[in-house]
Nanobody, 119 residues
Framework: QVQLVESGGGLVQAGGSLRLSCAASASISSFNSMGWYRQAPGKQRELVATIENGSNTNYADSVKGRFTITRDNAKNTVYLQMNVLEPEDTAVYFC?????????????WGKGTLVTVSS
């Protein structure tokens, strides 16, 4: 069973920065894509950013230009650098990894890390 462990969340003032890390128990090269999602209180989980095995990236419009997703295959870790944070970015951030097995997509999730942005 693949385990994803997030870290790096915390309390930060608006305009500040945080870097989230997601450490995988398996080689991240074995995943077709990895990403970050977030869920704010009372809201549905939403996509923040994804990175494919070929390093193509995709971002939600709300974070473009402020967040950057990167991967370190040697450390089996994916990062989310978050700059110019806004109170609207407050949420639990979840790491996601996807693997295609027999034409079916299998998703793995971490337990999340809380990011709180104060105004």
């Amino acid at each position: 069973q693949v385990q994803l462990v997030e870290s790096g969340g915390g309390l930060v003032q608006a305009g500040g920065s945080l870097r989230l890390s997601c450490a995988a128990s398996a080689s991240i090269s074995s995943f077709n894509s990895m990403g970050w999602y977030r869920q704010a209180p009372g809201k549905q989980r939403e996509l923040v950013a994804t990175i494919e095995n070929g390093s193509n990236t995709n971002y939600a419009d709300s974070v473009k230009g402020r967040f950057t997703i990167t991967r370190d295959n040697a450390k089996n870790t994916v990062y989310l650098q978050m700059n110019v944070l806004e109170p609207e970015d407050t949420a639990v951030y979840f790491c996601n990894a996807n693997r295609m097995i027999l034409a079916a997509r299998v998703a793995f999730w971490g337990k999340g890390t809380l990011v709180t942005v104060s105004s």
